[in-house]
């Protein structure tokens, strides 16, 4: 994971950039806005921190719109609406988020376009993973059109609108529903009806209906976001999953990616709960929030499996937790060990994450120990991975890469002290 992103002054007002049209204030212009919920259409918005206006950088995020600010309530958080309607090829985006949130976006080029990777050009080539089509009981989902490999990415989807949680938390219902509204309508005519053509919640206001359906709760430097994407939106749940969605907060961008393989004519389905949640739990938050009885095969199933899916997923959060405490107390031979404990629960409720992610934690806990070969085969082996994956991030990548990088200089001075063999280290370390 990147470390976060401290904005300088420059690229927090790059994020104030407007439509080219759209004229600047005078240097002089009083920051403070009316009275009232919404600014009306200010040109700039402040700087993070700052209470002075300056309007003379270059454009470089071609806000569609001018950024819409609610009337601030403290000099420490200011929370904006920006709209792109050139984002991710005309897809739009809206984002209801606060100035430093948006700035630190800019700062790692969140909404730049990047050139494709070689595997995700070579998985397009096989064609379409996927179409929607109604499916019984539940509107229209996501059909498998082709066999889909264990580990594959099976969607990439784009946030049509995403909303600060902090923003949700502390804003009055009308005045967001208002802003919400608003962030719709900014978005380009084809992403729109996309939104249009969502399925509705029962009752309330027509923003809520939209939003308490098609929603996902997804985390960002800034914190919790509720993001609304269109494909997604159109998956179906399981408490059973062959699937699962990765956000990537600076690339704004969620892939799906299949537990296991994936048969050409089977559904694609994703978890909407906690994995941990408790049957009871889960069932009644899928009833209160989507309204769904849920009927997959594990909520059919006897009290028995039932019980042991449960405990079987607790174990697999009590494992994890542990594996990173007993890497914390150096105690590395443990922490490997409880790694592939932790793997072999996850293979049993058929929830398990990309191979890589093992292969990293292995690759760095044998480093830890000092067992260097197999330091390096399990590098190598997750730089193999993530290259084959073709992730629009990058960063998993980079860092498998540079892991690989330091292991092999690592073996070379080991080489030139004249030190043979993995080194494993006794005691506390083993």
């Not at 919400?180 to 729109?192: D, F, H, I, S, V």
């Not at 749940?237 to 969620?254: I, K, Q």
């Amino acid at each position: 994971m990147r470390p976060p992103h401290n904005p300088n002054a420059a690229s927090a007002l790059l994020l104030l950039t407007l439509p080219l049209s759209t004229a600047l204030p005078s240097p002089n212009q009083s920051p403070n806005y009316p009275p009232g919920r919404l600014a009306p259409h200010p040109q700039t918005c402040p700087l993070p921190g700052h209470l002075g206006i300056i309007p003379s950088l270059p454009s470089l995020i071609p806000w569609s719109h001018a950024p819409k600010c609610t009337t601030a309530t403290n000099t420490t958080r200011l929370d904006c609406l920006f709209s792109s309607s050139t984002f991710r090829n005309g897809h739009g985006i809206s984002i209801i988020t606060s100035t430093t949130t948006m700035s630190n976006l800019v700062s790692v080029s969140a909404f730049d376009d990047r050139p494709a990777p070689l595997a995700a050009a070579k998985r397009e080539a096989l064609g379409p993973t996927y179409k929607i089509t109604p499916v019984e009981g539940k509107g229209l989902g996501l059909i498998a059109t082709r066999k889909i490999k264990r580990g594959e990415i099976i969607m990439v989807d784009y946030p049509a609108v995403l909303m600060s949680m902090e923003y949700l938390a502390s804003s009055k219902a009308h005045h967001r529903r208002r802003l919400m509204r608003k962030a719709m309508e900014q978005l380009p005519g084809e992403t729109r009806e996309g939104i249009d053509a969502l399925q509705r919640g029962k009752g309330g206001h027509e923003v809520d209906r939209i939003f308490g359906v098609n929603t996902y709760t997804v985390g960002m430097e800034g914190g919790l976001y509720v993001g609304l994407f269109l494909g997604v939106a159109r998956i179906n749940h399981s408490c059973r999953p062959n699937a699962y969605y990765r956000f990537h907060g600076d690339r704004l961008t969620v892939e799906i990616v299949s537990h296991s393989a994936i048969e050409p004519g089977d559904e694609i389905l994703i978890n909407y709960t906690p994995t941990g949640m408790p049957h009871t739990d889960r069932r009644r938050f899928l009833h209160e929030n989507w309204d769904i009885d849920c009927s997959c095969s594990l909520c059919r199933a006897n009290e028995t499996t039932i019980s042991d899916s449960e405990a079987a997923r607790k174990q697999m959060d009590d494992l994890r937790e542990t594996m990173m405490e007993a890497r914390t107390n150096k105690f590395y031979k443990d922490a490997i060990t409880i790694a592939n404990d932790w793997m072999y629960y996850c293979e049993f409720e058929g929830l398990s994450p990309l191979q890589m992610e093992l292969w990293d934690i292995l690759a760095d806990l044998n480093f830890l120990r000092g067992d260097l070969d197999n330091a390096i085969r399990y590098a190598r082996m997750a730089l193999d991975g993530w290259v084959k994956l073709g992730s629009v991030d990058d960063t998993q990548l980079e860092n498998a890469r540079e892991m690989v990088m330091k292991l092999w200089k690592e073996a070379e001075e080991r080489v030139e002290k004249g030190v043979v063999g993995g080194g494993v280290r006794d005691g506390k370390g083993e």
